[in-house]
Nanobody, 125 residues
């Protein structure tokens, strides 16, 4: 059974940093593209960042590029999202996702096969 579990969410002030973790079990994460999405109440879930399985290439949404960093640790079957210079508009539930094994995955929700339950980030000004 595949399981993704996010951790590290919480309440922070504008300008502060926070790092999310997503631990995977039931898959060999090195063979899967891993991504982060977020959703604010009343809005659609949106892509944040991804790291590919083949070359560990990274890709970011424009809204977080230059502030967020996605890193994978294959030995720990974990992916991290380091979030810097947080803004109030970063407030959302953040979800970790994994694509299919050795399958290309991009910025669309339907590209991902497995999802975590999410963790809340609240940025207070």
């Amino acid at each position: 059974q595949v399981r993704l579990v996010e951790s590290g969410g919480g309440l922070v002030q504008t300008g502060e940093s926070l790092t999310l973790s997503c631990a995977a079990s039931g898959i060999t994460s090195s063979r899967h593209t891993l991504g982060w999405f977020r959703q604010d109440p009343g809005k659609e879930r949106e892509f944040v960042a991804l790291v590919t399985w083949r070359d560990s290439d990274t890709y970011y949404a424009d809204s977080v590029s230059g502030r967020f960093i996605i890193v994978r640790d294959n030995a720990k079957n974990t992916v991290y999202l380091q979030m810097n210079s947080l803004k109030s508009e970063d407030t959302a539930v953040y979800y970790c996702a994994a694509g299919g094994r050795e399958v290309r995955a991009g910025v669309r929700e339907r590209d991902y096969e497995y999802w975590g339950p999410g963790t809340q980030i609240t940025v207070s000004s």
